[in-house]
């Protein structure tokens, strides 16, 4: 019986992978595959064959050939005698500081006018209906070539900040000077360093002394275990919350693990703050923002706000009326209404289209160049092309870098949209 049941079994034919719904799929990934593959395997070969034809072969060996140019703004050390790999990274660390600051200042502004969007007040209302369309309808270029020419025309000059007769002054305790060349800002700076190359200095009663790598990589290191930390106690309350209906107050402990490491660590270090002082013509000491990169963040931020505020809006619109009603009725105030009851549930709607927001201001990054800002299109994608002629290899290194620095801030966003998703049980 068995051998007549193997024998009526129907056979495999060949015509089944594409008629066969079981099939189907897998062939047509096959097939797409190769394809893909192939293309990319015939592009390849192509670019090597021309490459060949031109005297040029594929390497990267550029990249440790000295770069001979200077960065005006750098958060790295860095010199014209270091390499162009070198010149490519504080590149790209520029471009990291006006992606992260952008983001985090567009959130701020796209949440706050998106609020007023809805308010009753028609003045208020109106005021930043106005502000979205306007920073939406113009290009960001213009935008960012307008508010550049702000500062350099309304803002003074270091000498302004001279003499009996200064026209400016300091702000902040006579701390940060904002002139028309930039900001100066303190800095942090360490008596006792780690990193062994500390240099300090006294001048005209002034401390002056050079940070170090390593004890920035250690701070960072403590706040990044403290943050995972807080995490975690915030999970694990929620998880007893769930259990048991009560949350402990775990608030002191998170702020606890995340500061107190971190100011030892400080302490350790001999943290001190180095202040700007007007020297001659201009400012010395401190940490010199220069104003392409004001410019620039500002550009950024206000234009990704409008677009923000606007997802905003519609998220709190998604939210039912009558949760608003039913939290009024329990007496809450209008504004813990909007915190605790309607911007929880509208951020389920706002976070996913945040992404693309988000990317399009990180690739927006790169009309720095407008400004003289040296990000990593000037850097990588600029400079180094026209001196060492690796266009194809600089282009390839740019697009990866563009990609990479794409998918880890969907990765982030996405992974806060799924910790905020509502949980069956």
Known sequence: MSAETQSSAPKFRIGQLIYDTRYRAKT??????????SSIWWLGANIAGNLSALGKDFNLAFLSNPAGYDINQKLIEYD???SHGRAALVGIMNTLLVSVLGCIAATFIGVFVGVLRLSDNWVINRLAAVYVEAFRSVPLLLWIVFIFAILSEALPQPRDFRGEDATASMQLFDSVA???RGAYVPRVAFTNSISGNE???VKDGIVEVASGGADWALIFAALLMGSTTAYWLKRRA???QSQTGQRPLTLPLQIMVVVVPTALILWFLGATMVQPYLKGFNFAE??????????LWLALSLYTGAFIAEIVRGGIMSVDNGQREAA???GLRPDKVMRLIILPQAMRVIIPPLISNYLSLAKNSSLALAVGYMDVRATLGGITINQTGRELEAMLLLG???????????SVINFYDRSKQIQER
């Open 28 to 37: 047509i990934q096959v097939i797409a595959g190769f394809i893909i593959l």
């Open 80 to 82: 014209s005698k270091m």
């Open 178 to 180: 904002i002139t028309a």
């Open 199 to 201: 240099v300090v200095a």
């Open 238 to 240: 929620d998880r007893m």
């Open 286 to 295: 401190g940490t010199f923002i220069r104003k392409s990169l004001l410019a």
């Open 328 to 330: 009024l009725a329990l």
């Open 400 to 410: 990866l870098f563009y990609l990479v620095l794409s998918l880890l801030i969907a």
